[in-house]
Nanobody, 120 residues
């Protein structure tokens, strides 16, 4: 089992920045591909960003590419999501996810989520 705990959400004005963190415990963190998803009210959960085991490869949804950056620190068992130039449409609950295979769809492990609200 992998336990994931997100932090760093909050209220920010449009154009602002936030950094989300996700602390992992329970298994060897570097064995897991990590990702971030989000779910806005009334919408399905969607993939936001993913990062490979060593951090050498990252990938993003088109809606956040160029504004968000995912990174990981395997020594701290933590994955981050730096969010810049935030827009009201980025408002959602953001979830951290982990999988030993593909993280872009239906990963095995999820955090509880952290709310991000972007005001216009």
């Amino acid at each position: 089992q992998v336990q994931l705990v997100e932090s760093g959400g909050g209220l920010v004005q449009a154009g602002g920045s936030l950094r989300l963190s996700c602390a992992a415990s329970g298994r060897t963190f570097s064995n897991y591909v990590m990702g971030w998803f989000r779910q806005a009210p009334g919408k399905e959960r969607e993939f936001v960003a993913g990062i490979s085991l060593t951090g050498g490869r990252t990938y993003y949804s088109d809606s956040v590419k160029g504004r968000f950056t995912i990174s990981r620190d395997n020594a701290k068992n933590t994955v981050y999501l730096q969010m810049n130039s935030l827009k009201p449409e980025d408002t959602a609950v953001y979830y951290c996810a982990a999988d030993q295979g593909v993280v872009t769809s239906n990963p095995n492990y999820w955090g509880q989520g952290t709310q991000v609200t972007v005001s216009s």
